[in-house]
């Protein structure tokens, strides 16, 4: 539960780093990286504890659930890890005299607002111990990724009308892509949750 809050806390972070044109609060950078390092830690305690667990005499219920806390850990840490990369990029595309337009910041909000959703979502079915959030997960998450697929299409037409300075291409799509990627490991907590593969 401590990595979910973590996680939510990031994007609440990263969003208004991210969609604003003045200079990011480096108060709240510092939060942000800093709380990544701590989800490390968590998943590595928590890798400690189940592994010395799993190998003690216990209850093949007791093994699920300890292989299901680990596989969760473990997409966390990762959801963790895509969050500070967005911010990595709009960093580095500023430090390189560089900022998305308008109309591509506006995108980017709308798909981080969705997939802010999508893990509020997962982490409240992971709260109330409801298997069946997959259900809706499937769906959101269909949602996400036709989302992020127009956001591309729409950039790559743009690219061919407008001149483009590199780096902006390449950090708006390494950003929609890292966004595409908390969805993939948040789904993968709605499915351990649910008992699937």
Known sequence: MRMAEGC????VWLKDLTS????????????LFHREEVLDTVQDEVVSFMTH?????????????????????DEYESVSD???SILKFHLKLRNQGHSFDQEHREDILQLHDMVDQYLALVVEGFQNRQPEVITKANSMGSEVTHLA?????????????????????VAYMATLNSYRR?????KNIAEALAGEK
Request: aromatic content about 2%; hydrophobic content about 35%; charged content about 30%.
């Open 8 to 11: 939510q806390k990031m994007m």
């Open 20 to 31: 604003s044109v003045e200079e990011p609060d480096p108060v709240v950078v510092q939060k």
């Open 53 to 73: 667990l799993l190998t003690a005499n216990v209850p093949q219920s007791i093994i699920d659930e300890g292989r299901r806390q680990l596989r969760m850990a």
């Open 82 to 84: 895509y969050i500070a």
């Open 149 to 169: 697929k127009v956001l591309r299409d729409r950039h790559l037409d743009h690219l061919t009308t407008e001149r483009t300075e590199p780096h902006i291409n």
């Open 182 to 186: 908390v969805r993939d490991h948040a």
